[in-house]
């Protein structure tokens, strides 16, 4: 009898541990008779590192180009009407498409006064924005203009060359100072930060904007970019934007730029400057005598 109750009892366990397995349950095992634990997670894979120059700093030659919408405007922002006047001449191309932008937050910290230069930007961008016009894109519209730009590293010096006018941008690793005077791209001093490349830049003009929306700086313009490669295709880019003429506060902002793949890759030859004599020099053109 005692043996057909514990066998009757040992098939009983059996068909709860089965219908535990079979609902998800866990049963609670006495602490004398748990098993070993399980061994631990896989640890993460370690970050990347790029190869290396030949004076062992990361290696970030090449091409590249950044994918956003933050040419048109760095904050985030809606689809906008280039307005009815431009419209009726180039329809949709004077639209500006809608973008998540590359700041730290939803909007700069303009200073009351310098918000009201913005937005008289704004309405003037079509004639006013340097790029209309063909000029120099300043820093750091530079790297999220819709251009490839590529990357020269040397030792002592590294420089950046961009599809638009060959714009150039000189970073000095060694002969470092001041800058010598204002000028539209600034003076840019470079250092290794172990796999970062951190870039300061002073000595600018007050004559570029960040983007179409009109945003801008003055004289008195300060960026500390951070460029750091994060795989073989891309570079991760960071800028801590300085200007008490024009903002609060300092601002950030932080974007991927892709490396170009295409076979034979380059950059090509796009000299904006003869598409933008008729808006800065038509006024002046004589009208023939009939």
């Known amino acids: 009898m005692q043996g057909r109750q514990g066998r009757s009892l040992r098939w009983g366990l059996l068909g709860l541990v089965a219908a535990g397995s079979c609902l998800g349950l866990v049963l609670t095992v006495p602490a004398g008779q748990q098993r070993a634990p399980a061994a631990a997670a896989t640890p993460a894979a370690p970050a990347y590192r790029a190869p290396r120059t030949k004076d062992n700093h990361p290696d970030l ?8 919408s933050a040419n048109y405007d760095v904050a985030p922002h809606s689809s906008a009407s280039g307005g ?14 809608p973008g ?3 700041i730290d937050g939803s909007e700069l910290p303009y200073l009351p006064q310098a918000l009201a230069k913005k937005k008289e930007n704004y309405q003037k961008r079509f004639a006013e924005d340097p790029e209309a016009r063909c000029y120099l894109p300043g820093v750091p519209r530079f790297m999220y203009m819709p251009y490839p730009f590529q990357i020269i590293q040397g030792t002592d010096h590294i420089a950046m060359v961009s599809e638009y006018k060959s ?3 000189d970073i000095y690793m060694t002969n470092q100072r001041k800058a010598p005077a204002d000028s539209w791209m600034g003076w840019s001093n470079g250092k290794w ?19 179409r929306a009109g945003d801008y700086h003055s004289d008195e313009l300060h960026v500390v970019e951070r460029i750091t ?14 200007d008490p003429q ?14 170009r793949m295409e076979k034979n890759v380059e950059l090509l030859e796009y000299r904006c400057v003869e598409y933008s004599e008729e808006l800065i020099y038509g006024k002046y053109r004589k009208v023939p005598l009939k």
């Not at 006047?85 to 191309?93: F, K, S, Y």
């Open 167 to 169: 714009a150039l941008r």
């Open 61 to 68: 030659n090449g091409i590249y180009q950044a994918m956003n």
């Open 246 to 259: 024009v903002y609060s506060r300092p601002w950030k902002i932080s974007m991927p730029l892709y490396r």
């Open 84 to 97: 009815l006047m431009i419209e009726a001449v180039v329809g949709a191309l004077s639209a500006t498409p």
């Open 193 to 211: 930060d172990g796999e970062t490349l951190v870039i300061d830049t002073t000595g600018f003009n007050d004559r570029s904007w960040f983007d």
């Open 229 to 242: 490669a994060t795989s073989p295709y891309h570079l991760s880019y960071e800028a801590t934007i300085s």
């Open 100 to 102: 998540l932008g590359i």
